[in-house]
Structure formats: C-alpha cells, structure tokens
C-alpha cells in the first residue's frame, strides 16, 4: 500500500520534468495507473472480506508517527471509488485537456491529489492520515485554481483552502487530544481503546474537533460555500475531487470513529441535525439552479448530508445503508458530471436555459445521462433503488417517531433530488433545439466512454446487487462493528410501506421535474434571501482582520524614520519601566562619590552649554562649534578621570570629526524649521523620559559593586605576559588584539564607504 | 560627581535623541554624535571614576597595584570612540549625497518621493 502511494506521489513529480510533446504522449497512457491500482486492490477483495490488511513502517517512533496503513472494509470501498472513478476520469481528461497549455500539469496535480486521497483513506496512523488529508487540501486547491488566469476560480481556490484547510488543523488538535489519552495515535489501538476515550473529560472537545474537521471538507452547513464555488475546476476536477472522492472524507472520518464515539455527547444529535439540515438544504437549493455543475454541486451538498445524517443514526441498517449509498452516489454523480463536462465541451455552454434538444445528435450520451439520472432518482432496477430503499428502511424499522420525522425529511429532500437528477440528466436533451448548432461539435469517444460506463455499470448493479452487496458493503459494515451480517438487498420488495414511499418520491419528483420550468428569476431571489449567510459572513470576518492590519501597519509603518524611532524608544521606555517596578526598587542610593572640582565643573558647565546650542540654534555652523566644544568637553573629561589614552584618542577623532562636517557643511542642506508645536512636544517628552532613564540606570549601577577580576587580571599580567606597561594599549593591541583587527577591517569598510560615495557619479 | 556625571550622561541621550527625531538631515548627524559621546560616558562612568591614577604600571614595576583607573572600560570606549567616527563619516557622506543627489532635504521628502515613485 505505501509503494502505490509512492508511486502516486513518484509520478507526480516525475510527470513535471516532461517537456510538453513528449507528455502528451506519455501521459495518454496515464489511465494506466488507476487501472492498475484498481486491479491491486480488487485482488486484495477476498483477504479484505475476512479481516484487515496491514502494513507497518516505522517513520519517526519516538513520537508514535509510522507509517502504517490498514486496508479493511471502509477504506477498501473507498480504494475502489478512487481508482475506479479516477480511472474514468484520467481516461476521459486525457480528451478533455487536450490542448491546454498546462496539460501536463493537470495530471502532476491530479496525481498527486490521487496519492494523497489513497494515503488518506488507508492511514492507521491519526498524524499521517492528518498528512494527507491537507495534501488532499492542497491539490484541491491548486485544481480549482487551475485555470489561474481566471480571478473567480483563484478567489474560489482560496476560499476552499482557507475552509477546508482551517478544518484540518482543528482535526489535527482533535488527533492530538485523542492521541494523549490513548496513548497512541494508531487508529487500530484507539478503536480498541474505546472506554478509556469515553471515559475522558476532554471528549465533548475531541468530538467538537472532529466535527469541525469533517463538516468543513464535506461542505455541510455552515461551511458549504466553497462546494459550489469549486466548481470553476475544470470539470474532471469536480467528479472526481468534489463529488466522488475527496468531499467524502469527512464522511469517511466520522464513519471511521463512530464506533467508538457512537451515543457518546451529542455525537448523534448534532450528526442528524446538521446533516438533516444540509440535505433539505442542498436538495431544495438544486433545482433553483440554471448552472448544470451549480445543480450536481448542490445535490452533492445534499448527499454529503444525508451521509451524515446516516452516521448520526448509526444503527446497523442505517450503516449499511450508508455504504450503499456512498457507491451508488458516486457511480450517479459521477456519470452526471462527465455528461455535463461533455455538454460543456461540445456546446460550449452549461447554462440549462440555453441548452435543449441535444438528443438528436447525441444518442449515446443521452443514454448515458439518463442512466445516470435514473440510479440518482432511485427508479428500478437501478443501483440507486437499492441505495434509497435501504435508506429509508433504516429510518423506518426503527419504530422511534423521531426518525420517522426525520424519514419525512429524506423524502422531502429525496423529491427535489429526483428533480435535480432530471434537470441536471435529461433536460439538456429533450425539448426544442435552442442554440442550434451548425456543424455539430464532434463528441470524443473519451468522451463518451466513461459516463457510459457508469450508467451501464449503475444498471448492471442495479439488478445483480448480490455482487456488490456481498463484496464491497457487508465487508463496511464488518470493519465498523466487527460482526458480520446477513445480505439485504432485494431487488424486488414487496409491497411494504418503505416501497410505497419509494415510488411516492419518484412520482412526485415527476411531477415536480415537468411542472417546474428553471428560470433566472427564481435564483435571483434565492440569491437574495441569502444575503446574510455564512460565506458573507466569512467574507465580512476577513474584511474585518484585513482593515485592522491595514490600520495597525499605518499606524506603525508609516514610512517616517523619525516615527519608527520615536516607536521603538517608546516600546523601549515602556519595557524599562515595567523591568524597574517589578525587577528592582528604584532607590536613590547615595553615592559616596568624589567631590566636585572646579575645573571639573566649568567643563561639564561647558558641555551643557555646547548641547543646548545645538539644540535651539539655527545655524550650521553653530551647531558644529558646539560640537567641537562638547567632544573637548569629554576630552578634558577623560584627562581628568586617568584616561590619557581616551583623551588622545576624543581628540583626535573629534577634531577630524569637525574637519568632516566643515568640508562637507556646503553640501548638506539648510536647517528647516518646520516645528510642530504639538510634535515638538511629544519628542521632548520621549527624549526626556528617556534621558531621566539612563541617569536612573547609571546611578543604580554604580552604586552596586561591581567585580573587577577581568581589570585585575590585565593590572597584573600586562606586563609579565605582554611586555607593555600602558595596559590599555595592552589590552588593545595584545589581549584581544584579534578585536581590534576586526574594528580596524570595519574602519576600513567605512572608509572605503565614504570614499566610493563621494566619488560616485550618478548616471541619472 | 559621579551624580552630576550621570545626569549629564542622561542630558546627553535626551539631547541626542531629540535631534535625531527631527527632520532635518544635519540634526541627525549631530543627534548621532552627541548619543556616540553620551554612550561613552556612560561606560565610562560605569567603570567607576578614579583621579590621577592612570592604568600605566610604574618605571621600575612589573604590575599595576593599588589605586588605579579600570583599564577595561577605557579599552572599550577607545574601540567605540572610533566606531562611531566611522558611522558619522559614513552617515554624513551618505546623507550629503542624498541631499545633493536626490535633493533631499528632510527625512519627509524622502518618504513623499517614494510615494510619488
């Protein structure tokens, strides 16, 4: 099972590195490789039916990561649904590409998304299987974008990432919790562990996670909207992605916890509400729809809920049903959609007002869309009779009066479906030729094939269901409640309620399908009432952040240097006055500290003066006398402090300094005074807080003894070691002499900066 | 003296700090400064203040003993005196090729010219 998903994910990339000709070549011959997986998988059927395959590779055991799948009964219907249908779908965009500028692209992608969708619904392991159910997200995403050139199908992608996406890291917290209190994150073990799961306080949150993941990748309300949006993908894309396969992995996660989590808080109550909900809502929104994808989307919505409402029932019938219904909705879906992407392709128009009449050119199609429309409305003998009968016998044996509320509802949605399926199959074909088309778009063989392939394959099931009862649902059922059971497909009941209400559904549908004429005005209003939904108030939600930040980074971004100073020193004064209230007291401790003397105090009275030229004067020459006065300042300082050493050093420098300053003084601009008041305020303050700090801190500092070691160790050895008696030359030259190699590079640098800067000619 | 020196060293960083914050090029310049000279009065200080006795060992001494100035500061403030030498010049001429070339007068202009870029 790894090596097909590494091969999947082998191809993908390998398929990237053809040039154009030559992959589209190659890649005619890439329905091969769902071919031959679906053959791998089908020969493992009979080890399946007695008990689960499984592989083992240790990835990183320290934090029980491995690499381990399982092939049981649930993710042997799901491999099925993902090679057989991918098969159909390689085979048929092979024709459908054809011509497109990122042809070979499309198959990187698509087989990618088919390794991960494999990986998905084999992993044992709760952290790969999170792996691949983001990749699954991410190839989605990269599908509905794939016509990127288009804003809509860019916009769209986005938002089925950021929904399905945001989903899959609230699972990944759920896989987390689950996996502290088992212990494990290996599927196998949790399902086993059961009681020490139900017995956790933390499983309302775990439930709620779960729920969160999956309710967002199968679009069930509130999170629907991206469903529909998806199908700008080109429309292989949304048979395979988002109807047959990757939308039913939420399905896929809850069927595989509901063992375990069955009964357990609200787990049911929520799973029939929400889906219960989604289903009439999915249903009704259908058949208001004049886009045939927005219709398929829509009644894939539906059925995703129905799914659900079928977990949240969790009886053995109602599981039962649930597997059926999974294949029979992916057979019917998935037929719909190609008839639909070959209308597309032909016509060059989905739009069911201006579609009619096709069955004149295109019997074959038609057949097919009829056969597909047909196992969805659930007529004899096909598949999806048996689905819908199962479904609504689950509800009914029950004899609870809840469910038979709820069996009201599957009928009422099942109406509007049987509609939809009508709308979305026959419609197209009959009635008066609309656009007449003149010459008639040849229809591929590719083209036709696969949904053929489906409607017959529908009918084929629909009257031997044994076949596929015995070897694909019963061993579901067996991998969720580990018990075997018998066989309960019929195909012909007798005259029992459930049938009754069967055919009921049917008729009404009817009825519905030709009384009801599609038109704009009804999605308009549609349109309208959900004017407060969740999509807009997602969309309201990210306006929100997006000006928030946009007025923070203002705020804080505003592009004046002064600004960003002023910002920082703030956050910094902030910083240290917080780290002084709580850090240390600020005492004035005494300083027992040298006298002043006089000449000290003219010097010092002198740089105080120097600085508050600068200050207020105006002139640039003052400002650099005054400079001069305050760099002689701390010359004298350092003399008087036994520093000879800096006192050259301030000399020298300051004095070159100057010499700078004045040769560049009638290239620099004059000073402005540009003074706002309120400004001018607000800086005195931050500099003047700011200032206050510093005297603070070095007060504080002083006061504290600090350990002379290091300066005690150069006192001693600058001699001995070093030869040199000015210690601090010592230290500079000797001691850490490699230092000072480095600050002279850095001069150097500096110096070869100015020197290039003033040479420099600008072109321009 | 030691207070006086603090609060100098204090007056100093204001000063500088205001300077820098206006929009003139040239105060920043000279804000650079006066902050370079507050900082290394800071160290100075730091290292504790001592009169008349340089770090230099005696005539016919082989080790510095008793009272002496803490070497160790005034080596780091020497590498620092030049350092910040090398950033003015650098800022000064950077600053004066902007102001000649781009003819920038203030830190505003600069950032009206990019937007209007």
Not at chain 1, 131 to 155: C, P, V, Y
């Amino acid at each position: 099972m790894l090596t097909a998903i590494i091969i999947c994910f082998g191809l993908a990339f390998f398929f990237f590195l053809f040039n154009k000709d030559f992959g589209e070549r190659i890649l005619k011959w890439s329905p091969l490789l769902p071919a031959s997986l679906l053959i791998y998988f089908l020969s493992k059927g009979n080890e399946v039916r007695q008990g689960a395959l499984q592989e083992f590779t240790p990835w990183v055991p320290e934090m029980g990561i491995n690499l381990s799948f399982k092939l049981d009964g649930l993710s042997f219907l799901f491999t099925l649904l993902i090679c057989g249908i991918g098969t159909l779908v390689y085979f048929y965009s092979v024709n459908y590409m054809k011509n497109h500028p990122h042809f070979i692209r499309f198959f990187s992608f698509l087989t990618l998304f088919m390794g991960s969708m494999l990986g998905l619904v084999l992993s044992d392991n709760l952290i790969t299987l999170f792996i691949f159910w983001e990749l699954t997200s991410i190839s989605s995403f990269f599908l509905i974008g794939f016509n990127h050139q288009d804003k809509n199908a860019r916009k769209s992608a986005i938002t089925a990432l950021a929904i399905t996406g945001g989903g899959g890291l609230l699972l990944l917290v759920g896989f987390v919790i689950l996996g502290i209190i088992a212990g494990s994150y290996e599927l196998s073990v949790l399902i086993e562990s059961g009681d020490l799961i139900a017995e956790s306080i933390y499983l309302p949150i775990v439930i709620l996670l779960l729920f969160a993941g999956a309710f967002t990748k199968s679009a069930q309300l509130p999170f629907h909207f991206w469903l529909p949006d998806a199908m700008r993908a080109p429309t292989p894309i949304s048979t395979y992605l988002h109807s047959a396969t990757m939308v039913k992995a939420g399905v896929y996660l809850l069927a595989r916890f509901s063992p375990i989590m069955d009964g357990e808080f609200y787990w049911n109550e929520i799973l029939i509400i929400v889906g219960g909900t989604t289903m009439i809502y999915g249903a009704v929104n259908s058949i208001f729809k004049t886009d045939l994808k927005a219709i398929l989307a829509y009644t894939t919505i539906s059925a995703l809920g129905t799914m659900m409402l079928l977990i949240g029932i969790g009886t053995p019938a109602a599981l039962l049903a649930l597997a059926a219904f999974i294949i029979v909705h992916a057979l019917y879906k998935a037929g719909l959609f190609l008839v639909t992407g070959a209308i597309d392709k032909t016509e060059k128009t989905r739009d069911l007002l201006a579609l009619g009449g096709l069955m004149k050119h295109r019997k074959l199609l038609f057949a097919a869309g009829l056969l597909a429309a047909v196992s969805g409305a659930g007529l004899i003998p096909s598949l999806g009779y048996h689905g819908k009968h199962l479904i609504y016998e689950s509800l009914y044996n029950e004899h609870s009066s809840f469910l038979m509320v709820i069996l009201g509802l599957v009928f009422l949605a099942n109406i509007f479906i049987v509609c939809a399926s009508f709308l979305a199959g026959v419609k197209p074909f009959t009635g008066k030729i609309i656009a007449e088309q003149k010459p008639v778009n040849p229809l591929s063989m590719f083209l036709l094939i696969p949904p053929l392939l489906l409607g017959v394959g529908g009918l084929i099931a629909g009257v031997f269901p044994a076949f596929i009862e015995k070897n694909v649902v019963l061993p579901v059922y067996q991998s969720l409640s580990g018990k075997s059971i018998d066989p309960a497909f019929h195909l012909l009941h007798g005259l029992d309620f459930v049938s009754i209400l069967s055919w009921l559904t049917i008729i009404f549908g009817l009825i519905l399908y030709f009384f009801f004429k599609p038109s704009l005005h009804y999605q308009n209003t549609l349109n309208h009432l959900s004017k407060v939904s969740s999509r807009n108030l997602l969309k309201e939600l990210i306006d929100l952040v997006k000006k928030l930040f946009s007025t923070l980074t203002h705020l804080l971004q505003n592009g004046y240097l002064r600004y960003y100073t002023a910002v920082i020193l703030v956050f910094l004064i902030i910083l240290i006055v917080f780290r002084m209230y709580t850090g240390f007291g600020i005492g004035f401790q005494a300083v027992e500290g040298t006298s002043i003397r006089f000449i000290e105090g003219v010097t010092i009275f002198m740089m105080v003066v120097s600085i508050v030229m600068t200050l207020y004067t105006d002139s640039r020459v003052v400002s650099v006398v005054a400079l001069g006065g305050l760099g002689l300042g701390m010359c004298l300082l350092y003399l008087f402090f036994s520093a000879p050493d800096l006192a050259m050093t301030q000399f020298a420098i300051d004095t070159l300094t100057v010499v700078l300053f004045v040769l560049l003084l009638r290239n620099l601009p004059l000073y402005l005074n540009k003074v706002d008041r309120r400004l001018n305020i607000k800086d005195i303050m931050i500099s003047g807080i700011f200032g206050a700090i510093i005297t603070l801190i070095t007060l504080e500092v002083i006061a504290v003894q600090s350990s002379r070691e290091i300066s005690q160790f150069y006192a001693e050895n600058a001699y001995l070691l070093a030869k040199g008696k000015n210690i601090v030359n010592v230290i500079l030259v000797d001691f850490r002499g490699a230092d000072t190699l480095v600050e002279i590079i850095v001069l150097a640098v500096a110096g070869l900066g100015v020197f290039s800067l003033i040479k420099l000619k600008m072109n321009d | 003296m030691e207070t006086v020196l603090a609060i100098l060293t204090g007056f100093m960083y204001a000063a500088g700090i205001y300077l820098i914050l206006r929009r003139s090029l040239v105060k920043l310049i000279v804000g650079l400064i006066i902050l370079g000279n507050g900082s290394n009065l800071l160290i100075f200080l730091l290292g504790g203040i001592t009169r008349g006795n340089p770090p230099v060992i005696g005539e016919n001494e082989s080790m510095l003993t008793g009272i002496y100035a803490d070497p160790l500061p005034q080596a780091l403030i020497l590498t620092a005196i030049v350092i910040s030498f090398g950033l003015q010049a650098f800022a000064m001429v950077l600053l004066q090729r902007e102001y000649v070339q781009g003819g920038v007068e203030d830190f505003d202009s600069i950032k009206e010219e990019e937007e209007a870029l």
